[in-house]
């Protein structure tokens, strides 16, 4: 399953820490189900193998909803797991390391917080990017946030993708309208809600207008 701008809309990311009295994959049903477009799964700190098969589970969730599925940075949770790719960071595995390791079917998102580096991504043959943090996010509490004319500038100056990440919320994604953007990356704005689905739904809605 390879991505398009359309699948980039809302870019969900799980966090577990906010499940409460629900599973991480109820929750990934929930947001799934009212709208998400695309899904990475986050775990820094989980065991590979607890990794893959959290990673066999929400994959046949993601099915229902025909919704691709990566997996932050462990490129073997990936093969052993089955779903559609990776998202690696500047300080992850090497692209072509990645991509020789996966094949061309794979989806490889990369983090690209530059016009250097957004341009080197595709150059490489990344299927998307995320671009930030656009706003002062705590999930990277040393990040200075990136300009919106600089998030502008990635746009304008390749072809893939970018979806733009950190700090962004239903208050303040509307500022990203004129950017260019083809959707945005949001961790705890769904799992962090009282109501994921409803939340969902609200971002949705509001991307609609914001990447026209």
Not at 95 to 104: M, N, Q, S, T, V
Request: proline letters at 3%; glycine letters at 8%; aromatic letters at 4%.
């Amino acid at each position: 399953m390879k991505v398009n701008k359309e699948s980039m809309l809302v870019y969900a990311i799980t966090d577990r820490h906010w499940t409460g009295e629900k599973t991480l994959e109820q929750q990934v049903d929930e947001v799934l189900k009212n709208g998400a477009t695309f899904l990475q799964i986050r775990e820094k700190n989980m065991p590979h193998d607890e990794l893959v098969k959290e990673a066999v589970l929400i994959k046949e969730i993601a099915k229902k909803y025909n919704v691709p599925v990566v997996i932050d940075d462990d490129i073997y949770a990936v093969i052993e797991s089955g779903v559609d790719g990776v998202h690696i960071g500047q300080k992850d595995m090497d692209y072509i390391e990645a991509r020789k390791l996966l094949g061309d079917d794979k989806i490889i998102g990369m983090t690209a917080p530059s016009v250097e580096l957004a341009k080197k991504a595709e150059k490489l043959g990344a299927d998307y990017i995320g671009a930030g943090a656009v706003f002062n996010t705590s999930t990277k509490k040393d990040t200075k946030p990136l300009e919106l004319s600089t998030l502008r500038e990635i746009c304008s100056s390749i072809s893939i993708p970018v979806v733009a990440i950190g700090g962004i919320d239903h208050s303040n994604v509307r500022k990203l309208k004129g950017t260019d953007i083809d959707g945005v990356a949001v961790i705890s704005t769904l799992f962090g809600a009282d109501d994921p689905g409803e939340a969902t739904r609200e971002l949705v809605s509001i991307m609609k207008d914001v990447v026209q």
